[in-house]
């Protein structure tokens, strides 16, 4: 428990970006998960909406520093590759 005024200043700041945090990152999983179905269901047109959407959300979150910019440019590339097999 943080004792000074200082210390329970950071604790508010680090819960207020620890609670943006998830949302992007919740934010990526969510259109990764829509991404996969619709790849699978075979609905490419839709598929490619979700993407431009989960890259959206993963550039954002990288950006925002919320996950590592390397990871960002992996998932990016394993969803390209599972919406176009080449």
Known sequence: ?????SAKRQLRKSLRRRRR???????IRYWRHQLE???EAGRLDE??????QFQKAVDKAAQRRAIHPN???RLKARMARRL???
Request: aromatic share 4%; hydrophobic share 40%.
């Open 71 to 73: 990871r960002a440019a």
């Open 84 to 86: 176009n097999p080449a």
């Open 21 to 27: 945090n998830e949302l992007r990152k919740s934010a």
């Open 37 to 39: 179905r619709l790849v």
């Open 47 to 52: 598929a490619r909406e979700a993407f431009s």
């Open 1 to 5: 428990m943080p004792n000074t005024q």
